[in-house]
């Protein structure tokens, strides 16, 4: 049995795989503001009496029309229930058989990161020879098995690349960008990987962003901020959601020297244009990216961390990605491999100043470090 942490967004999704009376999916979808999670290979004892107990607190658990038959062994289910009923609902299930007892343990073990200040966290997979993280880069079926990795310590999210963007880095050829990836595409659709976890790409090429979406990816992040009219063209067409990412000149030349009248007013005017660009053309789930370490100084990084906030002014997901980069060179000098501990100090602050998305390479550490922050948000629940 596995459980995955569900979000509103897929509801509309899982309820269809599910095949669920469609008069009852519609009912559940009207209680959509809660929790959700997805349980795979349930067995079917076990989840008649987890659909009762949830029933019996007000929550709800979507079961495929097969269910009440009883011959199928294993089935998947949705449970949907409120952050207050959570807790009640798993001392339910401890006295109860079937493997009850353990998915309530699993369920405890979700519940503090459910508790609203938790960002989401965002993975790292680079398909490439010589991203600035060596630990981040898996070639071939090793990334597969990475993504499996990540999913497992938490992310919410998966963004792969196949094109080096560090400073100094020259642009990859699509062709280069999609022999690299060639091999993970496969491996996502014969594993359905779209279906377990988020997946964004990472590029700058519409022909590879075309390629990732046919794949089942759901995101596309453009480190050019879709200053491309082809890329806006292919996310257009096919409704996916995009990453909207500031950068001061290209990978190759964007440390030398960038300069900022104002940083934060500049980074906004540009996310205003481009926002009002992909608008135009229907893409409406923007997720904004300030750009740390793409032309900026360590003042300037800095700065649009401690002013995040104003960047809410969008009612827009804020993703912040300083996961090991050179700023934390710049106040403590280290080695890319000591950065971690700089990394989440970052990433704390940025959540604390309203982040949504958190993109780093440490998923484990991340969720211990975040919900241990958290706790403090919630204690006078506890």
């Known amino acids: 049995m596995q459980i995955i942490k569900s979000t509103a ?45 949830a029933l019996s607190l007000g929550a709800e658990v979507a079961l495929p029309k097969s269910a009440i038959m009883g011959n199928t062994q294993y089935l998947d289910a949705v449970l949907i229930v409120s952050e207050r009923l959570l807790p009640i609902l798993c001392s339910k299930l401890y006295t109860q058989p079937f493997g009850l007892k353990k998915m309530a343990d699993a369920l405890q073990e979700h519940e503090l990161a459910f508790t609203s200040r938790i960002p989401k966290l965002m993975g790292v997979l680079n398909l490439t020879p010589d991203s600035f993280y060596e630990q981040s880069r898996f070639m071939g079926h090793r990334a597969l098995q990475r993504v499996f990795e990540m999913i497992q310590e938490g992310a919410d999210i998966i963004d792969i690349g196949a094109a080096s963007s560090r400073p100094g880095s020259d642009w990859v050829s699509e062709e280069e960008e999609i022999s690299r990836l060639k091999i993970f595409f496969e491996d996502v659709k014969r594993h359905n ?32 901020g879709f200053m491309n009219q082809e890329m806006i063209e292919v996310v257009s067409q096919n409704r996916c959601g995009v ?6 000149g290209n990978p190759k030349d964007m440390q030398n020297n960038p300069h900022y009248d104002n940083v934060v007013l500049e980074v906004d005017s540009f996310f205003k244009r481009q926002i009002d660009t992909l608008k135009q053309k229907n893409v409406e789930n923007i997720i904004l990216d300030i750009g740390i370490g793409f032309g900026k100084t360590l003042r300037h990084n800095l700065e649009l961390i401690a002013y995040l906030g104003h960047f809410k002014h969008y009612s827009l997901p804020l993703l912040v990605g300083a996961s090991r980069k050179s700023l934390i060179h710049a106040l403590v000098p280290s080695d890319v491999k000591d950065r971690l501990a700089g990394t989440i100090a970052l990433h704390i602050q940025a959540a604390s100043r309203g982040a949504d998305i958190i993109r780093c390479h440490d998923i484990k550490e991340h969720k211990q470090a975040f919900i241990v922050d958290n706790a403090f948000n919630i204690l006078e629940d506890m």
Do not use: W
Not at 12 to 36: E, H, P, W
Not at 243 to 248: F, P, Q
């Open 193 to 224: 990987i779209h279906k377990l976890v988020t997946l964004s790409i990472d590029t700058y090429s519409s022909k590879v962003a075309a390629l990732a979406i046919e794949s089942g990816f759901h995101i596309v992040n453009d480190i050019t």
């Open 9 to 53: 967004d897929r509801l509309t999704y899982n309820l269809s795989r599910l095949d669920c009376d469609k008069n009852g999916a519609v009912i559940m979808q009207q209680k959509g503001n809660l929790l959700f999670f997805e349980i795979y290979q349930i067995k079917t004892p076990a989840a008649l009496i987890l659909k009762q107990e």
């Open 243 to 248: 990453v909207l990412m500031h950068m001061l």
